[in-house]
């Protein structure tokens, strides 16, 4: 079994366990459809596929909350039942926004943010064609399951169960009611209504574009990532058995 390495540095150890395992290891191989499997080693390796698509399964390995990975101390014995294909998979559902002819895509979340500090915009979320919420705030966040665990979290967001469902939280709104949604990511939109700023759309943290005011970002469910759930695999939530 050919398996490729995305690591931060050389990840001997990894590449020694496919080794030890029988199979033929790759570090950061030019295309990630050349192998069999792919074992990404911190959220940075893993959230580096995600622009270009990646079509074979992955292993994560201490990756952050709210994705199936295992932690650095169990990675030899999870690699080696890679090689030896005693895994599931499990599709992640990713998030793609569209403005215009562009679309973006991510694993854990997309933001629109304004690009000045302290400059407050005003936003608008739409859902099956119904406005549902417009409020201001310096940005607005919606999030994956997987990322509903991070930066959505911390700004007051709800933790979603793996689905096709989306967290959607206001960044420090220029309001007392701090409400946040969860809403299906099929249908939905955010759209810049007035803006004292320009706004910036991120995804994974990736700065990708900036939004005209007026313009709508339409939010939609991209092709899954899948994930090898090996018996070494963290469920992703914890004692509950929901990988």
Do not use: Q
């Amino acid at each position: 079994m050919k398996i490729g390495v995305f690591a931060p540095s050389r990840a001997t150890a990894i590449i020694d366990a496919i080794t030890d395992a029988g199979g033929d290891a790759v570090f950061d191989p030019a295309a990630t459809d050349d192998v069999d499997a792919l074992v990404t080693v911190g959220e940075e390796a893993l959230l580096s596929l995600i622009p270009e698509g990646v079509s074979v399964p992955v292993l994560p390995i201490a990756a952050a909350a709210g994705i199936p990975s295992v932690a650095r101390e169990n990675a030899p014995d999870a690699v080696a039942s890679l090689v030896a294909g005693d895994f599931d998979t499990e599709a992640v559902p990713l998030i793609a926004a569209t403005v215009g002819e562009r679309t973006v895509r991510a694993l854990r979340d997309v933001m629109l943010v304004t690009t000045e500090p302290a400059r407050i915009s005003e936003y608008a979320i739409s859902s099956m064609g119904e406005r549902v919420a417009e409020f201001r705030a310096d940005g607005v966040v919606v999030a994956t399951p997987a990322g509903s665990h991070g930066y959505a979290r911390a700004a007051g967001g709800s933790v979603v169960a793996p689905s096709e469902l989306a967290s959607i939280v206001p960044i420090s709104p220029f309001a007392i009611d701090r409400s946040h949604w969860v809403l299906p990511m099929a249908d939905l939109s955010v759209s810049v209504v007035r803006d004292e700023a320009e706004v910036e759309l991120l995804a994974d943290t990736r700065r990708e574009l900036i939004v005209p005011t007026g313009m709508s970002v339409a939010i939609s469910t991209a092709a899954a990532l899948s994930v090898a759930v090996v018996p070494e695999t963290t469920p992703v939530l914890s004692g509950s058995g929901v990988r």
